[in-house]
T-cell receptor, first 115, second 108 residues
Framework: ETGVTQSPTHLIKTRGQQVTLRCSSQSGHNTVSWYQQALGQGPQFIFQYYREEENGRGNFPPRFSGLQFPNYSSELNVNALELDDSALYLC????WGTGWGSPLHFGNGTRLTVT | SQKIEQNSEALNIQEGKTATLTCNYTNYSPAYLQWYRQDPGRGPVFLLLIRENEKEKRKERLKVTFDTTLKQSLFHITASQPADSATYLCAAGQNFVFGPGTRLSVLP
């Protein structure tokens, strides 16, 4: 069983740039969620994708967008980067979706630094 | 808005003792709560799920309780070991609202 993998592991960008983060779901999982985790804080829900459509969104502006592909892998795109976007971005896959209480399986994240 | 609070930012206990971590939620009634462990530089790892109709759940040295009247979940680690040192996160409800976590240090 392959776990959740994220790439890249670290990234440094300049304010105003755009970034794309990638995630491969655990095999057999059909739902992917993205979280932002600032240092010393719990993960904050960005959005979830199920069957290639957004299935819930947290309190994040539209410059945060995502995609889910037919093989259930996913991308998180952030436009017009701001300094406050510096954080650990976590991808998590699950089966059926969070409304069923299915546990989240996390990758080890991408550490994004915006300068 | 939905909010999760965890009782303390950090907790130090002696090896062999029972660690008890608290999770309180406000402004909603989740159908279930989950607990995760997170080590530095790693993603959270699922430990236990407890549903609103379950009072207690156990897994090896771990025990979770869920009190819907108090709007609280307690997470216990018995016979704690230094390897249990990590940040423990409580999460509740749809889209998993996470608490800020409690950093547990088990001292040898």
């Amino acid at each position: 069983e392959t776990g959740v993998t994220q790439s890249p592991t670290h990234l440094i960008k300049t304010r105003g740039q755009q970034v794309t983060l990638r995630c491969s779901s655990q095999s057999g999982h059909n739902t992917v969620s993205w979280y932002q985790q600032a240092l010393g804080q719990g993960p904050q829900f960005i959005f979830q994708y199920y069957r290639e459509e957004e299935n819930g969104r947290g309190n994040f502006p539209p410059r945060f967008s995502g995609l889910q592909f037919p093989n259930y892998s996913s991308e998180l795109n952030v436009n017009a980067l701001e300094l406050d976007d510096s954080a650990l971005y976590l991808c998590a896959s699950s089966l059926w979706g969070t409304g069923w209480g299915s546990p989240l399986h996390f990758g080890n994240g991408t550490r994004l630094t915006v300068t | 808005s939905q909010k999760i609070e965890q009782n303390s930012e950090a907790l130090n206990i002696q090896e062999g003792k029972t660690a008890t971590l608290t999770c309180n939620y406000t402004n909603y009634s989740p159908a279930y709560l989950q607990w995760y462990r997170q080590d530095p530089g790693r993603g959270p790892v699922f430990l236990l799920l407890i549903r609103e109709n379950e009072k207690e759940k156990r897994k090896e040295r771990l025990k979770v309780t869920f009190d819907t009247t108090l709007k609280q979940s307690l997470f216990h680690i018995t016979a704690s070991q230094p390897a249990d040192s990590a940040t423990y996160l409580c999460a509740a409800g749809q889209n998993f609202v996470f608490g800020p976590g409690t950093r547990l240090s088990v001292l040898p």
